[in-house]
């Protein structure tokens, strides 16, 4: 089981990025994918979440509501997050996680399956 993030940069306040989390070795629309973040200085904390493709729900933090949309792309088993409107209190690492349960759904418990991240910088 492995995922692998990537998409972060470097964005303007206002900007827009997209993120990947790619996954290997598993059918990723069969389980729950998570978003998460760490900020220096911060605890990791939840973004935005999508349910495995039977259930299909979707979670988002209210921070980013309105602002970030988590979509599945199954042919190419991979999961992404648009990040839209970007202000600088969204510079994190980015991570991609997943419950490695058949039938996952958000929010995501128990041990998750983490993939490495990838930096965002927001600057104004």
């Known amino acids: 089981v492995q995922l692998q993030a990537s ?4 964005v303007h306040t206002g900007g827009s990025l ?3 989390c790619a996954a ?4 990723s ?7 998460f973040r760490q900020a220096p200085g911060k605890e990791r ?6 349910s495995s493709t039977d259930d299909g729900s979707t979670f ?3 921070s980013v509501k309105g602002r970030f949309t988590i979509s599945r792309d199954n042919a190419k088993n991979t999961v992404y997050l648009q990040m839209n409107s970007l202000k600088s209190e969204d510079t994190a690492v980015y991570y991609c996680a997943t419950e490695f349960r058949v039938g996952s759904s ?3 418990y128990g041990t998750l399956q983490w ?3 990838t930096l965002v910088t927001v600057s104004s």
């Not at 998409?7 to 470097?10: E, I, V």
């Open 60 to 62: 988002y933090a209210d």
């Open 18 to 20: 997209r993120l990947s």
């Open 106 to 108: 958000c929010p995501l």
């Open 7 to 10: 998409g972060g940069g470097l």
């Open 24 to 27: 290997s070795g598993f059918t």
């Open 29 to 35: 629309t069969y389980y729950g994918i998570g978003w």
């Open 115 to 117: 993939g490495k991240g």
């Open 45 to 50: 904390e939840a973004v935005a979440c999508i």
